[in-house]
């Protein structure tokens, strides 16, 4: 089924919610891929210092997407918001390469994690319009992508400010959201 046809069928059927984590260190681009995909303007994006939960209608379905700090004192608390969660967003900031080992680290702690289990996984490779910034086929490979075979992945080159590829992934993400 081509994307026009499963939007088509996706504006018949009642709407769904839809509770998507977006998670990554520090200073990935997560708030400013949260504010992008609300429409909202991403001149001033500050860090978040906890949470920012944002709802956004798209194809029949009603996003609910939690965006939580990376800062690595907030990290352990990541756990507290893996209930009910449906798809896993991992955002990694492609032109930060000495931190290319940490948040590998990070994504698969979360890859083991009881209640994220089976969900798909759409890691974003953000700030892909900086000269320096890594290709995220190259990203696949450090973060060993091709390895994990519990659950459907993809990995979406990005701009965060300029939604460059945002829009890509959050198309996958609907057309390989488990059914309920």
């Not at 086929?137 to 080159?157: F, K, M, N, S, Y």
């Amino acid at each position: 089924m081509g994307l026009l046809a499963f939007l088509r069928k996706m504006k018949s059927t009642p709407e769904r919610d839809i509770r998507m984590l977006l998670l990554g260190l520090d200073n990935a681009g997560k708030t400013t891929m949260l504010k992008k995909l609300a429409t909202e303007d991403v001149t001033h994006v500050t860090p978040t210092q906890g949470f920012n939960i944002k709802s956004v209608q798209s194809a029949g379905f009603k996003l609910n997407i939690w965006d939580i700090g990376g800062q690595r004192r907030i990290r352990p608390y990541w756990r507290n918001y893996f209930d009910n969660t449906d798809v896993l967003i991992y955002v990694i900031d492609s032109a930060d390469r000495h931190r290319f080992e940490e948040t590998s680290g990070e994504l698969a702690e979360l890859l083991l994690e009881e209640k994220l289990r089976g969900i798909p996984i759409l890691v974003f490779a953000n700030k892909q319009d900086l000269t320096h910034a890594a290709p995220a086929h190259e990203i696949a490979e450090g973060l060993q992508l091709h390895t994990i075979r519990d659950r459907v992945w993809q990995i979406q080159p990005c701009c965060a400010t300029t939604g460059e590829g945002v829009r890509d992934g959050l198309d996958w993400v609907l057309r390989n959201l488990p059914t309920k």
